[in-house]
């Protein structure tokens, strides 16, 4: 069976949260604008056509994107050892750039610990544990090069953004995993690890994102690609624990991460599994 | 099986161009231009981490993209009659933005026109026929709601582009559908169509982006959204004519269309179909 | 004599604010963000010469900037009667843009209201009024087509502003010239009016910048162009209230305002007037 | 008498180009673009009023500017023997950025070169001579700290600007000051000098903008500032060789450089000299 066929009837499930201006995003990078330049009637051709277009001015780490490796240096090595000074110029990173980010498409584990809990969402500022892992990851099988999303249901928070709900956790903090759950992350030896807060690991309250030592063991240590801002809160609440991802940032030469819209798809032709139950 | 499982061993086909400063666009549209903002060294934290990161400026019609049915309105009214000026603002469209296109997860067929002609790429200028379409699709079923990508060989001209090599066509025009190929294949009521020039349809030489009728016979009568900029070289060579197409654009809430990195996946669990071979 | 020999020796004050990303600005407009794009070293020519350069991206009505007349309409009309959607398009304004402004090289009053209470700067959301102003005249003669400046020292806060100093006045206003004393100045037909805050006019605590009734009567009304965000500090200092005043903005095409660096000279070949001692 | 009643009756002419996309502009930074934002009508608040505001995106190397000292090096080292990297960041830089250039009030020598060739303007690629500037600067003293402005006739050619017309000498090259002048110019110690070209020296035909080494002359061994793409038509035409020039650019901290309205004032209160008549 061809494999268009095979997906005939799969439910598709959007993981991008939508891009507008004055969503939530990190202060550490260009904010979000999209503006409409020509408008239709601006220039109406002869025949009674028009165009409209835009333009966009924003940071590659806003909205739902995939940190590239060259994002994070220790010691001014990116990952492997390369000094970055050798690799960075007007055009970006001659390596380790989002566009040497083979896009992914496959199996992908969604680790539930705001269900380990039992709450909907995390509480802001949340160290998601070894602990936490093992037991979101209960009959679920990690293997090397696959995908795994944490889930801590802070997307759930994302439309009622505002100054009142601190979805970036500059004041509260944001749950995500502490550095001894990035170890116990990496050692799975993932492809990729992605989660819905901002910056994907534990912000403690009042710290901001000052230091992400998370970042440091993904990217630089261990070569893993991070996926932030994601939209979870429909996949959690499908019951889906192991499915397919298709995770493809915009190939943009030599930037350290891109805006992407992953995509859960659940079933198969054969019925759901248990764990998608 | 599980789809994750279906799809392991699939050919995936990455059919998107990289994004870089100076990359063959349409002259109606913002230049895209990528900056590193913040740079390793910058601004090194107390236990020797940096970060770095960009700035991005850009329309939303440049490299690989998907137009939205608001991006062109005909005497006043965008598709099903919606007179323009009632869905737009300073924040973009409120009905028929790209946010308004679901992510396609689904059938594909390749019409390749180059090869019906048995070459490599059409010339500049070169109007794609009824005839062409129909041969081209030959043994192949177009369903209502798949995708439909038509096969120029243009897209083999994008690394050589330059001012020797005209890929938007300005002067020389590019190949794609005329008027009545691009009402074939509105009749066969597409979800989308796609092809490698950046205007989709025949371009005749010296007449650049002036009218495109073709966009609104698809975008305003048909309400079928079209790709463009596409990178199918690697596809063409493939042989596969049938095939599952993923294709999510950035959710840019309002925008007249946006970037995607389209993905080709060939193959499946029980072998490629004839038409893949 | 010679001008620039008339010039020598005199005093010239800077009354525009320094720019950078961060600055104090209005949430209605983009934000100012200068990055470097090219830094010396990435491209060493042959000769060992290297030059470094930034991209640019920022609203017009940023730092101290001067508003067209195009900038605020009422009922659909700009000052004159001209209907706004006329004259208004994807390249701006054909009429009344910040480009149709004559550069300003002339007498200036500075009408001190700080000075009249006393103070160093007026607290946040005090409302000028047209007793403030005629005491601040006193002994001083407006005459038609001059420009008049409104002290209330509020660019003493602008190098402290930050989340704790309210500079834009979002949540405790700020201070400046209500609907009465607008229309005083209105009424001595200067060719253009300025001050310290960011919208040169009234802001009362908690209101921000939803309603901006003087610029009405400015712009729209009057065909009073209005210069904000001055840093008068120190030419509040000087004593001098009758001075030479270069108004020159950038030459933006069909713009609503534009960015300026305004200069006060003090001075003169025959002696300071008793106004500048 | 005071400033501004010495000045009353002076002729003010405007020294800059005006801004718009498409402008000519050196391909080596970013392209000038201005956008309506907000337009009249789409928010219209209680009382009928309506503002309408753009976005900006730009190099600071545009239009009519001035290049800061920081704007070139060589061997690593900015004017004075700064090393480049130690005063260059993410913020820009915290030496000789265009905020370190003082705003210039005062006496401008204009050497007209294509008067001494007896022609409305020098042909492109035209290299201007010591001997040039020696006739052309007969019977005008040149100060140390002064303006010089070197009139090649050039802005004549901006509103004609086009692939017709080569503005930035891509092809053709443009007419500007050689080695040997540049270094006369600096021997006379000048706080700025100008003119009407993109790059202001010698580009010889085919070169483009690859090696700049007046620049170096001027910036990095000499400390003189330049300004760019001046309009000096309606200066050249009025026969003024010795005027006051006010070149205020914007404070944009950090930055290699910035626009400018530059003005040249005419006349004064005891009439014209006999180099302005």
């Given at each position: 069976m061809p494999l268009w066929k095979a997906l005939e009837g799969a439910r598709v499930l959007d993981l991008a949260q939508p891009m507008r201006k004055g969503m939530p995003q990190s202060p550490?990078?260009?904010?979000?604008?999209?503006?409409?330049?020509?408008?239709?009637?601006?220039?109406?051709?002869?025949?009674?056509?028009?165009a409209a277009n835009e333009i966009i001015v924003t940071g590659a780490h806003v909205g739902t994107h995939v940190d590239a490796l060259a994002h994070?240096?220790?010691?001014?090595?990116?990952?492997?050892?390369?000094?970055a000074a050798e690799v960075m110029s007007q055009d970006?990173?001659?390596?380790?750039?989002?566009?040497?980010?083979?896009?992914?498409?496959?199996?992908?584990?969604?680790?539930?610990v705001a269900a380990v809990h039992g709450v909907a969402a995390l509480p802001p500022g949340y160290e998601?544990?070894?602990?936490?892992?093992e037991r979101a990851a209960a009959g679920l099988e990690l293997r090397e090069g696959d995908a795994v999303l944490v889930g801590t249901g802070w997307s759930r928070h994302w439309a009622a953004a505002s100054q009142e709900v601190d979805f970036a956790g500059a004041r509260g903090g944001a749950p995500g995993p502490g550095v001894d759950a990035a170890?116990?992350?990496?050692?799975?030896?993932?492809?990729?690890?992605?989660?819905?807060?901002?910056?994907?690991?534990?912000?403690?309250?009042?710290?901001?994102?000052?230091?992400?030592?998370?970042?440091?063991?993904m990217l630089v240590e261990s070569g893993v690609n991070i996926?932030?801002?994601?939209?979870?809160?429909?996949?959690?609440?499908?019951g889906a624990r192991?499915?397919?991802l298709v995770l493809?940032?915009?190939?943009?030469?030599?930037?350290?991460?891109?805006p992407v819209r992953p995509l859960a798809v659940l079933g198969g032709s054969e019925g759901l599994g248990a764990s998608e139950g």
């Open positions: 550490n990078h260009p904010p979000f604008r999209m503006t409409l330049e020509r408008r239709h009637g601006d220039l109406v051709r002869p025949g009674g056509g028009s994070v240096s220790q010691d001014g090595l990116l990952h492997g050892g390369r000094p970006g990173f001659a390596e380790l750039g989002i566009d040497a980010f083979e896009p992914y498409v496959g199996r992908c584990v969604l680790l539930d998601v544990t070894v602990d936490d892992l170890r116990w992350l990496a050692a799975r030896r993932p492809r990729v690890v992605g989660g819905e807060t901002i910056a994907f690991e534990h912000v403690p309250p009042g710290r901001g994102h000052a230091t992400l030592p998370v970042h440091r063991i996926v932030e801002t994601m939209r979870l809160d429909e996949l959690l609440d499908s192991e499915f397919l493809n940032p915009l190939p943009i030469v030599g930037a350290t991460g891109a």
